[in-house]
């Protein structure tokens, strides 16, 4: 069964550090998806991507982020000078056009110290 | 912007009695509803979904959610508890007024399952 894979599943740096989190959403999705996660908190939207672009960004999507879709298959979620606060799970998702189901990766933790 | 609420950040069950999470959303559009498992130190799966067709939605594990529009609920069920239920599940409701549909995620609520 086709699945979203997450690079790498953790990831320590220090604060001021840039990082990138990579994805690989399922092949035939269009949509893509960022969320994070907060130490038993909730998981909250960060950005969504389509056709290229960002299609919607919630507030704490802020200009130390941005996302990217390099070639056909990867989509990345860079953090230029990551904060004490950014330390988070950082979830990838994918949906088909028409399913507004959203598949997710098994995520990312990120430790900033 | 659709939301939901969760009712109860921890809900303990006897192994065999009845699941019930509650989950209340609130939405000015008919809403995509969604329930989401996660187990410890895992990601997210998808146990069930609501886009407008059937109200009572079947899902994984036995799971089953009915969608009541009168009352704005969602809430998950499942007749008889097992040890492996244990875990975080998450309500989430597609935010129509996204044109990404992101997902608007409740607080959760932890399932414990007693012998």
């Known amino acids: 069964e086709p699945e979203v894979t997450q690079t790498p599943s953790h990831q320590v740096t220090q604060m001021g550090q840039e990082v990138i989190l990579r994805c690989v959403p399922i092949s035939n999705h269009l949509y893509f998806y960022w969320y994070r996660q907060i130490l038993g908190q909730k998981v909250e939207f960060l950005v969504s991507?389509?056709?290229?672009?960002?299609?919607?960004k919630s507030e704490i999507f802020d200009d130390q982020f941005s996302v990217e879709r390099p070639d056909g298959s990867n989509f990345t979620l860079k953090i230029r000078s990551t904060k004490l606060e950014d330390s988070a799970m950082y979830f990838c998702a994918s949906r088909v056009t028409g399913d507004y189901e959203q598949y997710f990766g098994p995520g990312t933790r990120l430790t900033v110290t | 912007a659709q939301s939901v609420t969760q009712l109860g950040s921890h809900v303990s069950v006897s192994e065999g009695a009845l699941v019930l999470l509650r989950c209340n959303y609130s939405s000015s559009v008919p809403p995509y509803l969604f329930w989401y498992v996660q187990y410890p130190n895992q990601g997210l799966q998808l146990l069930l979904k609501?886009?407008?067709?059937?109200?009572l939605v079947k899902g994984i594990n036995g799971f089953e959610a009915e969608f009541k529009k009168s009352e704005t609920s969602f809430h998950l069920t499942k007749p008889s508890a097992h040890m492996s239920d244990a875990a975080e599940y998450f309500c989430a409701v597609s935010d129509k007024s996204n044109s990404g549909y992101a997902l608007n995620f409740g607080k959760g609520t932890s399932l414990l399952v007693t012998p």
């Open positions: 991507f389509y056709n290229n672009e960002i299609s919607e």
């Open positions: 609501y886009t407008s067709a059937a109200t």
